[in-house]
């Protein structure tokens, strides 16, 4: 791997978007006449890899972090109970309130800035829904595990215990790495958020030589700059970092970085 920094630019233009029959997830129809709803259909999904009907051989993964799905889902509708196995999966909540429910017991709603993670391990059912008056938008993260086969797990943290504000908040961590953090999986990769208030404030993050990291620019228009230069952001545009370096993240913006091992692999398409 060369050790000079590089950054691949992902418009938002360049990820799949999927508006499902509400039908494929036991929803009611749409409601049009809604004054709530912000979108005609009940769930807007922005696929970063292959995903469901959407299946790209030159974009399946990025390192271990082979989904990140964007969802934007309308009051009082969601994902009926689905299984799950051999995945660390990890969601932020943006904005609204996500109820969780699994066949391990746990049943939860969380708000702006959490973030639950499940091992699905063997296996494991779970339902996500919306069942409040406003829109529920979260990002939607699959990792490849350490092994298959664990036992299932759940874990969450609520948003309003870590300061994002102008400083990088360290949401999930390997479960052996002995760094703390609310929430620990089983997969070597860590999960940072930063809500970055305006041009004048910026955040640095350091990534380290066999590391790699994807980027996502939740909301606003955040700047990324390092020894590659320097990239502006739109909402929902994304990135792949790579190479030893100090990037500098500017606001305005809301920006989530997953961190991994480099591997080589990446977006050959764009």
């Given at each position: ?122 296996g494991i059912r779970h339902s996500e ?42 949401l999930v961590s390997s479960a052996d ?25 910026s955040v640095d993050f350091k990534l ?63």
């Open positions: 791997m060369s050790s000079k920094s590089s950054l691949k630019h992902i418009p938002n233009k360049y990820l799949t978007v999927s508006e499902p029959n509400p039908i494929y997830f036991g929803n009611g129809m749409n409601e049009a006449k809604n004054p709530n709803w912000t979108n005609k259909n009940w769930l807007k999904s922005r696929f970063h890899f292959s995903f469901a009907e959407y299946y790209n051989p030159k974009n399946t993964n990025y390192g271990v972090l082979r989904v990140m799905n964007d969802d934007l889902v309308q009051p009082k509708r969601g994902f009926g109970t689905h299984p799950h196995s051999n995945a660390e999966i990890c969601t932020y909540v943006v904005h609204g309130q996500l109820t969780h429910q699994d066949s391990m017991g746990t049943k939860e709603s969380l708000g702006p800035g959490s973030i639950q993670f499940m091992t699905a391990g063997t829904h919306n069942i409040h008056g406003d829109p529920l938008r979260f990002i939607q993260m699959w990792l490849t595990p350490k092994k298959t086969g664990l036992k299932p797990n759940y874990g969450s943290m609520c948003g309003s215990k870590i300061d994002t504000k102008n400083k990088w908040g360290h790495e002995r760094v703390e953090t609310p929430v620990k999986i089983q997969c070597d990769a860590n999960i940072f958020v930063s809500q970055i208030s305006s041009d004048k404030d380290k030589k066999g590391r790699q990291a994807y980027l996502l620019a939740v909301e606003g228009t955040p700047v990324v700059s390092g020894g590659f230069g320097t990239q502006h952001f739109a909402q929902h545009d994304a990135a792949e970092l790579t190479g030893a370096d100090n990037f500098k993240v500017s606001g305005p913006g809301h920006v989530l970085i997953v961190e991994m091992a480099y591997d080589g692999s990446g977006r050959s398409d764009i």
